[in-house]
């Protein structure tokens, strides 16, 4: 994304999470999930816009009563790369399949 549209691509994001809680579009884990893929695409840093967009997914889960996500740390002794299971899921939230990161998050 470049510079420029990072402001108003945030604006959006904002105004489509508000909505979706407003008017309960998705459940909690589901709207925590969509704003943390959002944000991620957008990259409104150099670094950390993972962590950042992890961080407010469980914000955001939180505040609707809801438990913090895990994000695969129950699987951290199996075998696999747990950042490769990330990366696949957010791939597949790319395709508008976001099943994959929702399970992710509360592995």
Do not use: K
């Not at 747990?82 to 696949?88: F, M």
Request: charged share 25%; glycine share 8%; aromatic share 10%.
């Amino acid at each position: 994304m470049n510079p420029w549209e990072i402001r108003p691509a945030m604006r959006t994001l904002l105004d489509d999470v508000r909505y979706w809680l407003a008017n309960g579009s998705y459940p909690a884990d589901e709207i925590a999930v969509r704003f943390h893929h959002r944000l991620v695409a957008i990259r409104p840093f150099p670094n950390g816009n993972g962590r950042l967009s992890r961080l407010m997914a469980d914000l955001v889960v939180t505040l609707q009563g809801g438990e913090r996500f895990t994000w695969g740390r129950a699987h951290l002794l199996l075998p696999g790369d747990t950042r490769t299971r990330y990366i696949e899921a957010l791939r597949a939230a790319d395709s508008h399949d976001l099943g994959p990161l929702i399970v992710f998050a509360r592995s």
